[in-house]
């Protein structure tokens, strides 16, 4: 018997109360019933991405609601600039380039957040940039991206696409507030819900963007979609349960409040970093650190392929590798959505006795004890 | 947001396997399903039991099995010895008292196990006692009696009838082989289910004694329930649902290995004993300690009410308090039913945490560690 952990930046574990509200009859989605349940979710989503404008939901994933970004705001052969720090940033390149976009590419090391004065430079480099793609949270590095500097750059120039994939629900990303052009996420984060939702918003000068836009579109025609959705429907078939599930995270995230959810993220994370230096190892991302998922460098020797799959067999716990040139070399820790103080001391317990087991000098409840300490900051 | 923790001796948390096997749409219980699910589980209790005799399954809690023990064995006036160490030890005693025997009580200071020469003792002053009544382990106390070999003391003597509710799949009574005549326990311990099964088996001579006994039973009628389930079927309507979940966890328990899941069992109340130590506290019962919970005594001047509050509260666990006289002093945490190694952890971080804004002078860390060196041992 080996009870599992789902401590990987998503999909990340679902709460019962989210378990229920989709474990119901099926219903039509043509029906009073359904309606009023996505207006709901879609109403509470507003506070969530800090825009009076519509966000749309899409039976997708995240990858689907980028796609969608790229195919609904610009035609063929425009340029854009894309911020490419992480495997995710690179999804926007081969996106804008499988859509025959001529992409700009802004090559960050990984663990790096962007610098805006760069980002300002290429601007007037390329005074034809008509879009800047980025993450808001570069998952595959943990590393977060300026996108509130980046966006004082771009209000008057070309649009700011933001993937907030590991952002929205972990940190605030007031999109009208910060003058975000469009603002995209999926439901397998923060929204602690199962993979299959993409959630994408557009500011007021994005919309008129998607009238001019000539890129081919037809399942992710987000006019099409947002006629639909204003009127409580869908152009297509929505996911059913995961609309009924999204409705009871949305009111699980009201109840604890946005502000506490956010600061929830932030301490865990700092735990979590805290935990991982106390025990002498190195952060990816120490200077842009994200509060979704933390990437620890492992002590040379050790191979991180093996590692996970000790956590995973052997421990039940599922945390996430490193990709393409950090394969084998980190471990991520998530602490996205419906997690708790005491899942950072299993993962920092787990990660203790398992670089013990894997021969490393480590002394037991050191990492720990530095988490513990911050932690107790939210007990009174 | 708090995430919840039971780690209290019963409920225990519920396997997400068994919570599927229950939600099934309701079936008849006269039916061939229910009966080849029930005759199913039938059959793997009588591993568990380590009886070639039936185990029955009763539509009650634990006390219900235990009534039906004592009112279906005994007649009005005849004299049983109650071992009284605790709740349950006391709770005997209300039951033999409540149907018209006459109880010789065995005090035992709570936190103690009895003394196989006291009893023996006791058999000698008291030679018409029909029948010797005890827990294996003592839930309220933490402690374990050593059944075993009082039952060399009963074999040819007075019927020897236990108390196994947090003993039964958590340490291995096997009543045949140990001569038990009776053997009781419930479904919300070890066996990972809801409340609302009991159970029951009779050794050979002690099925000899239902029929002399004239107590009055209708519901809890043994000797009706053996000829019904020996069908298939049940005397009463039984609790259709959990008969299924209970098919399910004894087929979660056969697969993780009857012997692991003692070895679990023994290894994680080593680890909360051993780091309860390492934090300077003192345990309930240090000499026999009941694998299925640890009671830890209080620092003084901690309010125990006050720390299981702020536990539930606070931190979203809950542990069990002190009973009576130990009301306040003690807590006991769980570590029976589905539990693994970092539930532990989770519990001493708690523990740590709890006692130091208690303000106790705790070395974050510190019993953590101690717990992660035996914890380390189920692991390769």
Redesign the interface.
């Known amino acids: 018997?080996?009870?599992q952990?789902l401590l990987a930046p998503g999909p990340t574990p679902i709460p019962n109360e989210v378990v229920r509200a989709m474990?119901q009859t099926m219903i039509h989605h043509r029906t009073p019933q359904f309606s009023k349940a996505f207006a709901e979710a879609r109403e509470e989503l507003k506070a969530l991405f800090g825009t009076k404008n519509d966000v749309l939901v899409l039976a997708s994933s995240g990858t689907g609601a980028m796609e969608a970004a790229v195919a609904n705001l610009f035609s063929p052969g425009e340029k854009v600039l894309v911020v490419n720090g992480g495997k995710f940033g690179e999804r926007w390149m081969q996106i804008s380039q499988a859509f025959g976009l001529e992409v700009v590419q802004l090559k960050v090391e990984w663990g790096k957040a962007v610098k805006p004065d760069v980002i300002e430079n290429h601007l007037k480099v390329y005074p034809d940039i008509q879009g800047v793609l980025i993450q808001a949270s570069e998952t595959s590095t943990t590393t977060l991206h300026p996108v509130r500097e980046i966006a004082q750059l771009t209000r008057n120039g070309p649009l700011l696409i933001v993937d907030g994939v590991t952002a929205v629900g972990v940190l605030p990303v007031p999109m009208d507030d910060w003058n975000i052009d469009v603002l995209v996420t999926g439901s397998q984060k923060a929204l602690m819900l199962p993979p299959g939702l993409g959630f994408i918003a557009l500011s007021d000068r994005a919309w008129g963007r998607t009238e001019k836009a000539k890129l081919p579109r037809f399942y992710l025609d987000l006019r099409l979609e947002r006629k639909n959705q204003q009127k409580g429907s869908t152009a297509f078939t929505p996911a059913v349960s995961l609309i009924f599930g999204l409705r009871a995270s949305l009111q699980?995230m009201r109840e604890?409040g946005l502000e506490?959810?956010y600061a929830?993220h932030e301490r865990l994370a700092r735990a979590t970093r805290a935990a991982a230096t106390a025990l002498g190892l190195r952060l990816l991302a120490p200077d842009n650190p994200s509060p979704a998922a933390t990437g620890i460098m492992l002590p040379g020797g050790i191979d991180g392929d093996k590692l996970l799959d000790y956590f995973r067999e052997?421990?039940?716990?599922t945390f996430a590798e490193g990709q393409d040139q950090l394969r084998g070399k980190i471990i991520r820790i998530a602490h996205v959505g419906?997690i708790?103080?005491?899942?950072v001391?299993?993962a920092i317990?787990?990660l203790?006795?398992a670089l013990?087991?894997f021969g490393q000098p480590v002394?037991?409840?050191?990492g720990?004890?530095a988490a513990?300490?911050i932690?107790?900051e939210s007990?009174?």
Chains 1, 2 share one sequence.
Do not use: P, T
């Open positions: 018997m080996i009870k952990y474990d699980m604890e506490r959810v929830r052997r421990m039940g716990i419906y708790g103080a005491f899942d001391l299993v317990g787990a203790e006795m013990k087991k002394k037991f409840g050191q720990i004890a513990q300490e932690l107790m007990l009174d």
